[in-house]
T-cell receptor, first 112, second 115 residues
Framework: QKEVEQNSGPLSVPEGAIASLNCTYS??????FFWYRQYSGKSPELIMS????GDKEDGRFTAQLNKASQYVSLLIRDSQPSDSATYLC????????????FGTGTQLKVEL | KAGVTQTPRYLIKTRGQQVTLSCSPI?????VSWYQQTPGQGLQFLFE???????NKGNFPGRFSGRQFSNSRSEMNVSTLELGDSALYLC??????????????FGPGTRLTVL
């Protein structure tokens, strides 16, 4: 079983729609979860972090965490063409230090 | 506040050579982590340095090494380069020493091509 599972996509949504990205993880002791956005040819950019069960909203982005079910999701409301990118989920496991384990990413395409 | 900087941005080397990459974290950040990103394996953790000490190491051969200086700048070295080392090497910095609530911010990366 992979440590982090993400649907590679591509996930296509029309402009203005809600994009829903999902991620499951295997380490039950994980405490911190992150969503990064990566444009082609660029480095990952942190867009959301979540540590507690429930929802966390920041502008058009909402991260949802369910530790019991071991999944984390990212909702993007009012999707824009500029949101087209690969979205990486990552978690910090139970070991010491700051090691992040990443999923392989979901490619999102927002169509006009 | 300036972001994470990495130099050089692009490198072309031949098999058997060695390479040194540099990373300057965000001012005040003391934790520096290195990652390798390839199309086949995705983003993989190499190692982390905090206060000049390696705190964590990923599953990479000993040809990959690193160090951190007293000003928190970090370097990583790859010796005896192989074709498979071609990748984007990313550095990420974090402000906290450890604990759950660390956010890591990536630099622009160094694109290494091994011929």
């Amino acid at each position: 079983q992979k440590e982090v599972e993400q649907n590679s996509g591509p996930l296509s949504v029309p402009e203005g729609a809600i994009a829903s990205l999902n991620c499951t993880y295997s380490d039950r002791g994980s405490q911190s979860f992150f969503w990064y956005r990566q444009y082609s040819g660029k480095s990952p950019e942190l867009i959301m972090s979540i540590y507690s069960n429930g929802d966390k909203e920041d502008g058009r982005f909402t991260a949802q965490l369910n530790k019991a079910s071991q999944y984390v999701s990212l909702l993007i409301r009012d999707s824009q063409p500029s949101d087209s990118a690969t979205y990486l989920c990552a978690f910090k496991g139970t070991g010491g230090g700051n090691k992040l384990t990443f999923g392989t990413g979901t490619q999102l395409k927002v169509e006009l | 506040k300036a972001g994470v900087t990495q130099t050089p941005r692009y490198l072309i080397k031949t098999r058997g050579q060695q390479v040194t990459l540099s990373c300057s974290p965000i001012s005040g950040h003391r934790s520096v982590s290195w990652y390798q990103q390839t199309p086949g394996q995705g983003l993989q953790f190499l190692f982390e340095y905090f206060s000049e000490t390696q705190r964590n190491k990923g599953n990479f051969p000993g040809r990959f090494s690193g160090r951190q200086f007293s000003n928190s700048r970090s370097e990583m070295n790859v010796s005896t380069l192989e074709l498979g080392d071609s990748a984007l090497y990313l550095c990420a910095s974090s402000s906290l020493s450890s604990g759950s609530y660390n956010e890591q911010f990536f630099g622009p990366g160094t694109r290494l091509t091994v011929l």
